[in-house]
């Protein structure tokens, strides 16, 4: 199934998609995301307004990437060997990178991390101001969603739900 992006910056039809893809992209999973050339880096992410929101800062060449070259694709993927659920969603556009907010920033790290700043590594602390340290967001905004689900029964020894 693919979407486009409509005027409004929503995509029309994303209610009929084969699985709830808002709830799939709550999830903390990995995406995989790929600016110019062949370049392919695990990233978390946020899905929010309808865009994918990535930390970026003086520890990537991201911004640098998006800067010369702002076309981007995105996948985010799961595969579930014992149900046969695989769900997929890619998405292509165009990326900037904007400035930091600890709100976003605590929506998206909580997912990964949990619940207790205390306790997370500190690379990813969000005392003080995150912006003064270089931390930046890449917003990823896809023209278009494509979206599958690629499920499969499970031969009988792997399923989970046999007798």
């Known amino acids: 199934m693919k979407l486009t992006r ?23 999973l990995v995406a995989r ?9 695990p990233v978390w992410f946020l899905w929010e307004d309808h865009a994918f ?23 985010v993927d799961s595969c579930d060997l014992a149900t046969g659920t695989v769900h997929q969603v890619i998405a292509r556009g165009h990326g900037r990178v904007v400035t930091f907010d600890t709100g976003r920033g605590r929506r998206k790290l909580t997912r990964y991390l949990g619940e207790r700043e205390e306790l997370w590594d500190a690379r990813f602390s969000l005392r003080g101001d995150p912006s003064a340290r270089g931390t930046r967001w890449a917003l990823l905004v896809p023209d278009t969603l ?6 499969f029964r499970p031969p009988r020894e792997a399923r989970t739900d046999r007798p």
Not at 33 to 40: F, I, K, M, Q
Not at 56 to 73: C, H, I, N
């Open 6 to 28: 409509d005027a409004d910056g929503t995509f029309p039809g994303l209610d009929k998609a084969p699985f709830d893809v808002d709830a799939f992209l709550a999830r903390p």
């Open 33 to 41: 995301l790929a600016t110019e050339g062949p370049r392919v880096r």
């Open 146 to 151: 494509w979206i599958a689900d690629l499920s």
């Open 53 to 75: 929101w990535v930390l970026t800062g003086p520890w990537s060449r991201l911004e640098e990437r998006l800067t010369r070259a702002p076309v981007f694709e995105l996948v």
